[in-house]
C-alpha cells in the first residue's frame, strides 16, 4: 500500500506531469483543506443556524451560491424545478475528467437543539434542527473542491468539479429529479458525502431499502355529521379503510419490506363529513421490481378503500429512491485515502464532552468518539432492511461513492435533536476536515490516474448495469413537492433568524450562543 505523505511534507514546486507525482498532488490538496479550517468551520456553523427543512431550504441556497460564485464557479439555480436546486460548476483547461461532488442540505422537524449542550434545550421550542447533521456535508466539498482547485491551476491539470445540493432529502424529494434533468449526463464520476461517528466508505449494495413516498387523496361528499350524515361519503372513512387495509396485507408482504404513513389530511372538523382526506405512505423495498410490486400493492388497497366507501382516490409521487450500488474501483482507492488521512485526533475535551452526551441521552454505546477505523470488506451477502437515501438514483446514473465522515457521536438515534448536539461543535468541525482531505484526495486519484475512471466505468457498466438498468419511479408529469414544510419555517423562521450564526462577530457559533467547551454534566436540576 502507498504511505502518502503527511499534508506538512509539501513538495514545494511539482515540475513533472500531475500523475507521476501524485503522493505529492495529495499531500498538497490536504494542505490546502488544513488551510481552510475556519473556512469549513464557518459553514458548517452557519448551515447549523439556518435549520431548515426540505424544499425549504432558501437561505442555505443562498449562502452557498453567493460563496461559490465568489470563488469563480458558474452557478445554475431552480435545477430540476426547485427552487433551492442548483449546480456550481468550474472547469480548468479542456477536457479532463467531470467529477460530481454532493452532498444534503435539510433539517429534520422538532430537531431543534442548543449545540455543545450534552442535553435537551432546543434553541427554538418545537422549531426545527439540524438532527440528521446535513449542515456539515457540503463545507466538507467546497473545502476539498477548494483545495483541489488551487492545485489543478498551479499544475495545469484539466478537468471540471461540479458542487450540488441534496435537497429534501429527508423526503427523498430531490436527487431522482436532477437525474431526470440530465444533471448528471456528462458526469465521470460522483462522490457523495454523508455525516456520521467514521471516516469510511463501501461498494456494492449496502443494506438498506429503496422506497417510493407517496400520497393517496380520498375525495367524498360534506354533510352535517349531525343532523344528515347518510348524505356524505366520507373521504375520511376511505383513509382509515386503506390504513386498515394495508395492515391486513403487511402479513403477506416480504419480510425485508418496511412500510409506514401518517394522515396528512383528516378533514376540516368533526361536525362535518369530510369531503378531502389524505394518507401519506413510504414504502420500502430492496429491488427496482420488489418496489413496483409494493407500490401496485398500495394503489390496489387504495382502489379498495375508495369503493368500500362510496369515495373516488387519486395518488401523487412526493419523492422516490432507488436501492443504492456504490463503485468497487472508486470506493477501493477512496479507502487507501481514508486510511492515509485517519480519524481525527479527538483531544480529552472531546472525548469527555461526546461521553457525556451518551451519558445523558441514552445511547448504545458509552467509550465516547472511534479511535480506530471500520474495516473495509465486501457488500453484505444479504443486504439488511432499513432507511433509504436518492443517492441510490444517481449511484445507477454514473459511478458514485459516499465516504462517510466523522462529525457526530456514536450510538445516537438518528432523526432526532440529540443528533443535532455536536454538530455546530469541534467534533464537527474535525469530521469535516478528515472527510474533505479523503474527497480532495480521491478527487486527485480520478484527475490523474486514467486507469481508475476506466476501471470504474468498466465496473459500471459489466458489473452493477449488466443485469439490472435503473428503473426510475417518477413519471414525465410528476413535479416536486416544493409546497412541502413551507408553513413550518414560516411558523419558525422568525425566531431562528434571530439566532443565524454571524461569523464576522463570533470565532464560532458556541461563542455566538454563550457555551462554553467543554460542557458536561446532567443538566440543571429539575
Known sequence: MIRY?????????????????????????????????????????????????????????????????????????????????WTARWTNGSGGPVIALGSDIDGIPKASQTPGIPWRQPMVEGGPGHGEGHNSGLGLQIVAALAVKDWMVRTKTPGTLVIWPGVAEEQLGGKAYFVREGVFKDVDAAIFTHVANQLATSWGQPSGTGMVSVEYQFKG?????????????????????????????????????RSHYVISDGGDQPNVVPSEAAIWFYVREQGFDSIAAMLKTADETAEGAAKMTGTTVTRRILGSASIQHFNKPMAEAAQANIVAVGLPKWDADDQAFARAVQANVGATVKDGLETKLAAFGPPPAEPRSGGSDDIGDVSWTVPTITIRYPSNIPGLPGHNWRNAIAMATPIAHKGVQAG????????????TKPKLLADAKAYFATVQTKDQKYVPVLAKDDAPATWMNADIMARYKPELAKRYYDSERYGTYLEQLGVKWPTVGTGPEK
Do not use: C
Request: proline fraction near 5%; hydrophobic fraction near 50%.
Open 5 to 85: 505523505l503527511p499534508a506538512f511534507a509539501i513538495v514545494a514546486a511539482i515540475v513533472a506531469p500531475a500523475h507521476a507525482q501524485t503522493p505529492a498532488a495529495k499531500a498538497e490538496v490536504a494542505k490546502g483543506v488544513e488551510a481552510r479550517a475556519k473556512l469549513g468551520q464557518v459553514v458548517n456553523d452557519t448551515l447549523f443556524s439556518f435549520a431548515e427543512l426540505g424544499f425549504q431550504e432558501v437561505e442555505t441556497a443562498r449562502y452557498l451560491t453567493a460563496l461559490l460564485e465568489k470563488e469563480g464557479f458558474s452557478v445554475e439555480r431552480n435545477v430540476a424545478g426547485l427552487p433551492t436546486g
Open 221 to 257: 361528499e360534506s354533510a352535517h355529521s349531525a343532523g344528515a350524515p347518510w348524505r356524505g361519503k366520507s373521504a375520511l372513512d376511505g383513509v382509515i379503510a386503506m390504513a386498515s387495509g394495508w395492515e391486513m396485507r403487511r402479513e403477506h408482504l416480504r419480510p425485508e419490506q
Open 436 to 447: 474533505a482531505k479523503a474527497v480532495a484526495m480521491t478527487v486527485v486519484d480520478l484527475l
